[in-house]
């Protein structure tokens, strides 16, 4: 499982993000109704279905913005760890 602060991910202040991110009670979504969050990794968006909350949030890679191959060790369909903090834009 990859990491949002190991990868260096971009950080942001949360509190125009909506205040359920931030719950830590346990949460799991199913893929198909799973928001897609957005993460900031050298230039470039990650795309993340959200799938876990539990103190952490655990999403699956979606895809990658603007288009063009993967990151070096980063690919569609790994999971990966984040905080509130990583997120730089939710597409409900």
């Known amino acids: 499982m990859l990491s949002a602060a190991e990868l260096n991910c971009a ?11 931030n719950e830590t009670a346990l949460r799991i979504w199913p893929f198909a109704a799973a928001p897609t969050i957005v993460l900031r990794l050298r230039e470039r968006d990650v795309l993340v279905k959200l799938r876990e909350r539990s ?3 655990v999403g699956e890679i979606c895809g990658f913005e603007p288009g063009g191959p993967p ?4 690919h569609a369909g790994e999971l990966i760890v984040f905080k509130p903090a990583h997120i730089v834009a939710l597409r409900e």
């Open 55 to 57: 103190g952490v949030l």
């Open 71 to 74: 990151l070096a060790g980063v």
């Open 11 to 21: 950080t942001r202040d949360t509190a125009a993000l909506p205040a359920w991110l």
